[in-house]
């Protein structure tokens, strides 16, 4: 099933959702990434796949990439919070939460809140993985 524009509008999205919806940023897998992690959300069972490559003093995100199996909502938290990190410390990207992801959208509807919990958990879940060396993480939202 396609989900169209009018469709989006008709459940009150804002503009810059629908923008990251439909032209999601940094899409795909990241090369050379240091950590990569998967996180499923268990009230739905959508997924997030982020990918982080990170600077060679370990201090900042250099760069953000992600895959999901997701709602219009989280694709779009996720693809904003890719931009948001990336150049980020560590300490920073991890003091972001799911309100950062969501007012970074133009807000989400009420039913959807829930949906921003996949990318926070994502970049948490990640910056712990490449804490303790483990390159490839798995997690619940
Ligand atoms: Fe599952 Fe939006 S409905 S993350």
């Known amino acids: 099933m396609t ?3 009018e469709q989006l509008s008709a459940e009150h999205y804002s503009a810059t959702l629908i923008d990251h919806f439909e032209h999601p940023r940094n899409a795909g897998v990241l090369e050379r ?3 990569d ?4 959300n268990p009230v739905c069972g959508d997924s ?3 990918f982080l490559r990170i ?4 201090d900042r995100i250099d ?3 992600f895959l999901s199996s997701g709602c219009p909502a989280s694709i779009a938290t996720s693809s904003v919070a890719t931009e948001l990190i990336a150049g980020l410390t560590l300490d920073q990207a991890m003091a972001l939460n799911r309100e950062d992801y969501t007012a ?3 807000g989400l509807p009420r039913s959807k809140v829930h949906c921003s919990v996949l990318a926070a958990a994502a970049v948490r879940n990640a910056i712990e993985a490449y804490r303790r060396g483990d390159a490839k993480a798995q997690a619940t939202a």
Do not use: H
């Open 48 to 50: 997030l796949r982020l």
């Open 33 to 35: 990434a240091d950590v």
């Open 3 to 5: 989900t169209s524009s």
């Open 104 to 106: 970074a959208v133009g």
């Open 37 to 40: 992690t998967y996180v499923t």
């Open 63 to 65: 760069a953000a990439s």
């Open 55 to 58: 600077t060679e003093d370990g």
